[in-house]
């Protein structure tokens, strides 16, 4: 079982920057990865980004088009935390911002991951 907490969701300006936590329960962080998703009102789950797994290689990233440039995912297996730094960002950015986890390699699918957040609100203004 692996329980997941976010935070550091807010309201700011157009361009300002947000850096999302989610703290994570469990001694096996490690072999989980990690994806970032948000939802809009009235609009389904989205995928946003996702950080694999560490392995011997280390671990891999990936964007959704919309954020690529802007956003920064990234992990500290240490803290068992996962990280989504916002930067440039957008009133259509506006969303709740889940934090999701799934043993095995990375995916964009929401269908794919086995633990949820709660979610952290983001909202930005023009």
């Known amino acids: 079982q692996m329980q997941l907490v976010e935070s550091g969701g807010g309201s700011v300006q157009a361009g300002d920057s947000l850096k999302l936590s989610c703290a994570a329960s469990g001694r096996s962080f490690s072999t989980y990865s990690m994806g970032w998703f948000r939802q809009a009102p009235g609009k389904e789950r989205d995928f946003v980004a996702t950080?694999?797994?560490?392995?011997?290689?280390?671990?891999?990233?990936r964007y959704a088009d919309s954020v690529k440039g802007r956003f920064t995912i990234s992990r500290d297996n240490a803290e068992n935390t996962v990280y989504l730094q916002m930067n440039s960002l957008k009133p259509e950015d506006t969303a709740v911002y889940y934090c999701a986890a799934r043993r095995g390699g990375t995916s964009t699918f929401t269908s794919e991951y086995n633990y949820w957040g709660q979610g952290t609100q983001v909202t930005v203004s023009s």
């Open positions: 950080i694999t797994y560490i392995s011997w290689s280390g671990s891999t990233t």
